[in-house]
């Protein structure tokens, strides 16, 4: 089990103390606003958007099509360049790579900067597990683990926090009062991770993509910390979802004018970086050993379902900013991982949809994950899919089958069909009072029942 998983039925439970935390509430909204208007702001100045992102679907679809050939000659590359690649068909094998190289390095100090895959696959707990120290350099990503929690956004670790509650962590490292002034926040961060990337015996980054013609991964961050990881620690570990190849750097070109502008709203990050190998001869920058562990964890099964597309997403989080759901629900009630539409749908497919239940209906279905995807996946229409796949594969309640089974024997036949609404228009006067109907009109207004249907206006 990964630490994807999450006990059934905690979405509502989690969901409903979120809603009821107004500075949850104002730090969603606005958090996920600012990147939405950004995004839109940057976007319009964008020659012909629609066709790019045509290009860059089929780009993921074709590669994720010959994958196996593209890891072959990403492989090749990156062995001839000194480094070593790990293929790793489960979490737990890949924890157990990561943690033998550090264990071979004799590593006491491990330094990471942000990567969603290393919490896909409790990298930290492993590593702790065995004695070493784990520290985030990421500044979300510090901020979430002082306060022994996960990242709730894909692009905004610590969307929750506010200032006076990060002047508090960190007091805790400084063992003295912290003022909550955000530059003086800056300064305190900068202060205590500058000794952990001077003396870190590892480095671990994910990697946003990785380049299968040169053997290159690429890093697209705002923060200098993966630069820093790259290239001061004797031995870097990159962490890569297998889905993350992409064949030439001038595909990698397309991927990278979207990821950027739906992510921050920027035209490119502040730094984008190609990492290829050990440091060369005369180098003084660049590990002394260079180790890709590339994560399968479900994603060839992946390949051969309906569901093939969701490899294709590039983790930019668009489509979270314009959830209506996550925007209440927030980020924790979809589990420690992945959050939004996209993990709705990435949460349930990688640990097993008896798992995860719930996430396929957090959802609306108003389609604006959809038509944010900058590589055009339909992950409102997969969420319809997964929510046939739990009614097949029954993992509904008897009760929930029982109440479709009726409606649909009803409604297929004339005269129950209406006999229902006949009794529809009474049982409407009282569902704001009885059954399931209180909680669902507790905040929604129904509109009335015509007296006459439509069919009997002649």
């Known amino acids: 089990m990964t630490s994807l998983a999450r006990p059934p039925g905690s979405f509502r439970q989690i969901a409903r103390g979120q809603l009821a935390d107004p500075q949850v509430q104002a730090a969603f909204d606005g958090v996920t606003g600012r990147l939405k208007q950004h995004r839109l702001a940057t976007w319009n100045g964008l020659e012909d958007g629609e066709a790019l992102r045509d290009r860059a679907y089929e780009i993921r679809m ?15 590359q990156v062995e001839s360049r000194g480094g070593h690649v790990h293929l790793c068909t489960s979490a737990a094998e890949a924890r157990e790579a990561v943690v033998a190289i550090a264990r071979a390095a004799g590593a006491r100090l491990v330094a990471k900067s942000k990567s969603m895959a290393s919490e896909e696959i409790g990298l930290n707990a492993a590593l702790e597990a065995e004695g070493m120290r784990v520290v985030e350099t990421d500044l979300g990503e510090y901020i979430v683990q002082l306060a022994g929690g996960h990242p709730e956004h894909i692009i905004v670790p610590a969307i929750r926090q506010t200032a006076p509650e990060v002047a508090k962590l960190f007091e805790q490292v400084e063992g003295v009062p912290v003022s909550p002034d955000l530059q003086e926040l800056g300064r305190v961060a900068r202060r205590q991770l500058a000794e952990v990337f001077r003396t870190a015996d590892v480095g671990v980054t994910g990697a946003n993509f990785a380049v299968s013609e040169t053997g290159s991964i690429c890093l697209v961050t705002n923060e200098g910390n993966a630069g820093l990881l790259t290239a001061l620690p004797p031995v870097h570990v990159a962490l890569l979802g297998l889905e993350r190849l992409v064949p030439t750097l001038d595909e990698l070109g397309v991927l990278l004018q979207l990821l950027a502008r739906s992510a921050t709203g920027q035209r490119l990050t502040s730094y984008t ?36 597309e969701m490899l294709a997403c590039i983790r930019c989080g668009a489509c979270i900013n314009v959830c209506p759901v996550y925007r209440k629900s927030g980020g924790a009630a979809y589990g420690p991982v992945y959050s939004g539409p996209m993990g709705a749908i990435l949460v349930p497919l990688l640990t097993g949809l008896e798992r995860a239940p719930d996430l396929p209906h957090a959802s609306s279905l108003c389609g604006a994950c959809t038509d944010v995807c900058p590589v055009k996946i339909p992950l409102h229409e997969l969420l319809l899919e997964l929510r046939k796949d739990l009614v097949e594969e029954r993992i509904t309640s008897t009760r929930e089958r029982l109440a479709f089974t009726l409606w649909s024997f009803a409604w297929s036949r004339p005269s129950l069909y209406r006999l229902s609404t006949a009794f529809a228009r009474i049982g409407q006067r009282l569902a704001p009072r009885i059954g399931p109907g209180r909680a669902w009109s507790a905040g929604r207004e129904l509109a009335p029942i015509a007296r006459r249907r439509f069919r009997d206006r002649r």
């Open 62 to 76: 074709r590669t994720i099509d010959d994958l196996d050939r593209h890891l072959s000659t990403f492989t090749e």
């Open 273 to 308: 970086r190609l990492v290829s190998g050990t440091a060369g001869r005369g180098e003084t920058d660049g590990p002394e050993e260079f180790h890709v562990v590339v994560i399968d964890n479900g994603r060839s099964r992946l390949r051969e379902t309906r569901y093939r």
